[in-house]
């Protein structure tokens, strides 16, 4: 069974940077499209960005230009680079399969405040 074990969330100030890590266990993780998703207090899980098995990148709107999606095969690991942090990024996030596995991870908590 497919499993995501998200870290790297905390507190930063606005402007500020993280870098989440999300490790993968119980599929053939070369060959997956992974996305990292996110939800804020009060509104629905919403995509943030996406990495597929070849190494293209895609991005939300609303990240585009501030976050660097990116994968190291060797460690089953997806990694989301955050810059310019802003307030409205503040919430849990998540990394899933492209298509999203019915199980999830815990998540990583992420608060944007001075």
């Known amino acids: 069974q497919v499993q995501f074990v998200e870290s790297g969330g905390g507190l930063v100030q606005p402007g500020g940077s993280l870098r989440l890590s999300c490790t993968v266990s119980g599929i053939m993780f070369r060959s997956a499209h992974m996305r990292w998703y996110r939800q804020a207090p009060g509104k629905q899980r919403e995509p943030v960005a996406t990495v597929l098995n070849g190494g293209t990148t895609t991005y939300a709107d609303f990240v585009r230009g501030r976050f660097t999606i990116s994968r190291d095969n060797a460690k089953n690991t997806v990694f989301l680079q955050m810059n310019m942090a802003k307030p409205e990024d503040t919430g849990v996030y998540y990394c899933?399969?492209?298509?999203?596995?019915?199980?999830w991870g815990q998540g990583t908590q992420v608060t944007v405040s001075s």
């Open positions: 899933n399969l492209l298509t999203p596995a019915t199980v």
